[in-house]
């Protein structure tokens, strides 16, 4: 005996299969007008919402480390900070390296220009004066045979008496060189009566531009040829701080 004729579409034949709360769907995905079933008061209801494509982090720390990085529209937005941070260190101010800041305990001194020049021999010191007060003070190296005053050519002292500085040479065989007014008149008219040259050239100078013995020798001993010698940056020193016509005594 036939049954009624079967309205329902083959396509949406659907078999349920009761206690197993499964839901089976034809390949063309027609679902409307079912509701999922469940033997079980307690199962989850089947859904047919397409999973998400990345998976929900488990903690905290999961999301952090999988989240991607965000990234700026614009490029000169993103690089703007590290700009900022390259602008910051090169406009810093400089700390000292204790960190306590620069020191403003005293003001600096002053940069005072000489009115005469001192030269002790005894102290191998050179001082630059200004109304009679020391103003500054610099080591100095003498001539190979430094003691007593300069009489001759060659006997390769350093003279004493009152002279001036008469000329500057920027271009000498040492770095930089004043010379002083030896010989004076009394010196030419001494060693005339003894019938012999008086010498000249008399310095103020810095190092040799081309050294012909260690750093050492010109460091720690009398070296010069009767010249009065200082180290390059003192040198720089005194050059700045005299002019042409100022008086030099040089004492024993």
Not at 16 to 25: D, P, T
Not at 88 to 112: K, L, M, Y
Not at 190 to 217: C, T, Y
Request: charged share 20%; hydrophobic share 35%.
């Amino acid at each position: 005996m036939k049954g009624p004729k079967n309205r329902i579409r083959p396509a949406l034949l659907v078999l349920l299969i009761v206690g197993s709360g499964a839901l089976c769907v034809p390949a063309d995905g027609y679902t409307q007008g079912f509701s999922s079933v469940s033997s079980s008061p307690s199962a989850a209801p089947v859904t047919t919402q397409a999973a998400p494509a990345t998976a929900v982090p488990t903690s905290v720390d999961e999301g952090a480390a999988s989240a991607p990085e965000a990234v700026a529209a614009d490029p000169a937005e993103a690089a703007a900070p590290v700009q900022l941070a390259a602008l910051e260190r090169t406009t810093a101010q400089p700390q000292n390296v204790g960190g306590a800041g620069p020191d403003t305990s005293s003001p600096p001194r002053p940069f005072e220009q000489a009115d005469k020049v001192l030269v002790d021999k005894s102290d191998r010191k050179l001082y630059l004066m200004r109304h009679d007060r020391v103003v500054a003070e610099y080591p100095v190296k003498l001539g190979l045979n430094p003691y007593g005053h300069k009489q001759q050519e060659g006997d390769f002292r350093t003279p004493e008496g009152r002279y001036t500085l008469n000329r500057r040479n920027p271009r000498s065989e040492f770095f930089l060189a004043i010379q002083v007014s030896y010989p004076s008149r009394e010196d030419a008219a001494w060693a005339k009566e003894n019938g012999w040259s008086p010498g000249g050239l008399i310095m103020i100078h810095g190092q040799p531009n081309v050294p012909k013995r260690p750093a050492d020798f010109y460091a720690n001993r009398d070296w010069t040829d009767g010249c009065i010698a200082l180290s390059n940056a003192d040198m720089v020193d005194v050059w700045l701080r005299t002019s042409v016509g100022l008086p030099i005594e040089i004492r024993p």
